[in-house]
């Protein structure tokens, strides 16, 4: 099983980045798929979900408007589109799966998990 997660880099506030993650090893229209982020010194955070067809998603209310989930089953991918990045959305950014319908928002209901991209907003 494996999820690489990859599209971080160093932005000034406002701008936009697509992150990516590819997996592989497990049916992935089978599970939901998280999201998740963790800034130096503070715990991981649920950013977003989506269900395993892509017919519902659910976003942290940091985010709301802002972030946008989406999956291509077709390619095994997962995407998060991240519009007017703010410096407060600096952290290490990771993919997660969770078999079945439910589309948690707790990092421990997720059982497979990618490496992380970093993404850095500046001031």
């Known amino acids: 099983v494996q999820l690489q997660a990859c599209g971080g880099g160093l932005v000034q506030t406002g701008a936009s980045l697509r992150l990516s993650c590819t997996t592989s090893?497990?049916?992935?229209?089978?599970?939901?798929i998280g999201w998740f982020r963790q800034a130096p010194g503070k715990e991981r955070e649920f950013v977003a979900s989506?269900?395993?067809?892509?017919?519902?998603?659910f976003y942290a209310d940091s985010v709301k408007d802002r972030f946008t989930i989406s999956r291509d089953n077709g390619k095994s991918t997962l995407y998060l589109q991240m519009n007017g990045l703010k410096p407060e959305d600096t952290a290490v950014y990771f993919c997660?799966?969770?078999?079945?319908?439910?589309?948690?928002?707790?990092?421990?209901?997720?059982?497979?998990w990618g490496q992380g991209t970093e993404v850095t907003v500046s001031s």
């Open positions: 997660a799966a969770s078999w079945g319908m439910i589309m948690y928002t707790e990092a421990v209901d997720y059982k497979y």
């Open positions: 090893g497990f049916p992935l229209e089978h599970y939901a």
């Open positions: 989506i269900s395993w067809s892509g017919g519902n998603t």
